[in-house]
């Protein structure tokens, strides 16, 4: 008897599973997952204010969302013109890193782990380099960044440079400041400065 329920659950959890492609169940899901993704651009401004007002952004960066698969809530910009993305991370706090870091050199320690915690691909850099040390200004507040060069260790001779740069902000149900790192790697033959320089000086806080 016991073998029989066993085979009749089988058989429901397959007609479901059935059911669910044939009635559009899988085109619902995809389209839930990508209106979160990529929503309009005034919902995007609105719903990620924590993070900074993006209305001044130029239309060039396509702005999105991504699922909090590693503990870090992101959001990315995307450069049409050359499909460079830029991802600002939530760290939920100050205690891995914070603005203060990238003024006592503390950053310079930390960088190897901190985009290996971040990553979200097997791609592991090494040989990090700092190559510049630097402020934007947006919209009147100063950022900071660092500017590195790094090796990619899975992929032979391939060369990357990156910024980093942070700022703080209070999230509306958070009682204190939390850090939020504006990534982006590139290929070294492809790294363009104004990209990065163009999207973060848009920022207002």
Excluded: H
Excluded at 64 to 83: E, V
Excluded at 86 to 100: A, C, G, P
Excluded at 121 to 128: G, Q
């Amino acid at each position: 008897m016991g073998c029989l329920k066993k085979l009749l659950i089988k058989i429901i959890i397959i007609l479901l599973i059935v059911a669910f492609f044939a009635f559009g169940g899988w085109a619902f899901v995809k389209k839930t997952i990508n209106d979160y993704q990529n929503p309009p651009r005034s919902e995007f401004i609105k719903s990620e204010k924590n993070y900074a007002d993006f209305s001044y952004v130029p239309s060039d960066y396509q702005l999105s969302r991504s699922f909090n698969i590693f503990g870090y809530k992101k959001i990315n910009a995307k450069y049409l013109p050359t499909n460079q993305k830029i991802t600002i991370y939530d760290l939920k706090n100050e205690e891995k890193i914070s603005v203060n870091d990238f003024k006592t050199g503390e950053i310079d320690k930390k960088i190897n782990t901190l985009l290996n915690n971040l990553k979200d691909s097997i791609i592991t850099f090494e040989n990090f380099q700092i190559l510049k040390k630097g402020s934007y200004i947006a919209k009147g507040k100063s950022i900071p960044y660092i500017k590195f060069s790094a090796k990619v260790k899975n992929v032979p001779f391939k060369n990357v440079i990156g910024i980093i740069a942070c700022y703080s902000t209070t999230n509306e149900k958070a009682k204190t400041p939390s850090s939020k790192l504006i990534v982006t790697v590139v290929d070294s033959k492809a790294f363009n400065p104004a990209i990065v320089s163009g999207f973060i000086n848009a920022l207002k806080f």
